[in-house]
């Protein structure tokens, strides 16, 4: 365990947060990988001209054949912020737990995976361990869609086979998920012509459009359905006594796996498009932009590797989480299942003093090593392309 704690802190060191560098932390993981005999594929990041370089990882440990798992995680973190008791990039032992950011959220599955793997005799594995690291991930799911097309397509120079499954080590409490709702979020940019505000009862200002739309977005709740909309945030104006003439409204709405989000969006949209053309006769405009998007997760729990899994991690049967995560990304893409397990409580995540404790850690060692000896080890039990035993 001081090897995972070691590691930990080395990466709680890179303050990797979304949109910033992750190539130190990325380059320090390949290096140790490669030290244990990975095959490694760095893939640059797709930003924008003069933004920070980032890139995705993807190491393969074993053979390049069928089959395997894949584990996957994150490398950026929410802002730090303010409040922390200690320097929130420096792994500090608090009464037993160990405090910094990234912790929990996800860093310590990362540091687990890596250690366990040095330790393994990667030569004796019958099937292939995958390792996929991603970038801003905390801000949609926006760096992991570059290794998944790249995986997808079976271009990755550290493997060309996909695997038997996906683990996405999200902070669970080391308990199994297997659900979690999708989400899509859209920025509205509403533009008008300025003027005295006597005029408001005869002429389209950009913020009563705004307040239109976001009555309507509110009215998409829907617990029943399982539909969450938020407007997360309204800015207009210039001052009382003058016809708005910008306004900006970014919402959200989250759904199950069962949902499409352009049947809930279709009445926003259309809305959207209302308001363009009313704008439009004062020389201004509505449109929409989606800056946000991910599909939820309902992973089959009868099918036979997440019941394996079932097995390995020994908390009962899978939920939900209340959170969105990469793996509706990863069972898209790729058409295998995928379940999400890690160290950490998300309650402690993306806030001051987010930590892990050590027990975590250890149980997360110890499901992965269990792991890796079923799905891909010569004493495991082999698993066909649908999962069932050979």
């Known amino acids: 365990m001081t090897s995972v704690v070691n590691l930990l802190a080395d990466l709680v060191a890179h303050a990797t947060e979304s949109c910033s560098s992750n190539l130190e932390l990325i380059d320090q993981y390949a290096q140790r990988a490669t030290a244990a005999g990975a095959a490694v594929d760095l893939l640059p990041g797709e930003v924008a001209p003069g933004e920070t370089e980032r890139a995705n990882l993807h190491l393969r440990f074993g053979p390049d054949a069928p089959g395997g798992i894949l584990l996957s995680g994150h490398t950026d973190v929410v802002p730090a912020g303010t409040g922390w008791a200690t320097d929130p990039y420096e792994l500090t032992e608090v009464d037993g737990r160990l405090a910094a950011r990234g912790t929990a959220d996800m860093k310590g599955f990362l540091a687990a995976a890596l250690v366990l793997l040095e330790g393994t005799d990667v030569n004796a594995l019958r099937a292939p361990v995958h390792l996929g690291l991603s970038y801003d991930e905390e801000i949609g799911c926006v760096g992991v869609r570059g290794l998944l097309d790249v995986l997808a397509t079976g271009r990755s120079g550290a493997g060309t086979c996909a695997p038997e499954m996906v683990v996405v080590g999200e902070p669970t409490g080391m308990r199994l998920a297997n659900a979690h709702a999708g989400k ?23 913020v009563h459009e705004a307040a239109a739309l976001a009555t309507l977005v509110h009215g998409l709740n829907d617990a029943e359905r399982g539909i969450s909309a938020n407007v997360g945030s309204i800015h207009g104006g210039v001052a009382v006594n003058v016809l708005a003439p910008s306004c900006t409204l970014e919402f959200e709405v989250r759904h199950g796996s069962h949902i499409d989000p352009d049947e809930v969006l279709a009445e926003v949209l259309a809305a959207v498009a209302a308001a363009d053309r009313r704008l439009a006769t004062v020389g201004g405009h509505a449109t929409s932009e989606a800056f946000i998007g991910y599909p939820g997760l309902d992973t089959d729990p009868t099918l036979v590797p997440v019941a394996t899994m079932v097995d390995l991690v020994g908390c009962g049967a899978p939920g939900p989480v209340g959170f969105g995560t990469e793996a509706g990304l990863y069972a898209d893409r790729l058409g295998v299942p995928s379940v999400i397990v890690g160290p950490g409580d998300i309650a402690d995540a993306h806030r001051p003093d987010e930590y892990v404790a050590p027990d975590q850690l250890e149980r997360c060692s110890d499901v992965l090593h269990r792991t890796i000896r079923q799905f891909c080890s010569d004493d495991g039990p082999a698993v066909d392309e649908r999962g069932d035993p050979r």
Do not use: I, K, Y
């Open 184 to 206: 899509v979020a859209h920025r509205v940019e509403f533009a008008a012509a300025s003027g005295h505000s006597s005029r408001a009862g005869t002429e389209p200002t950009a």
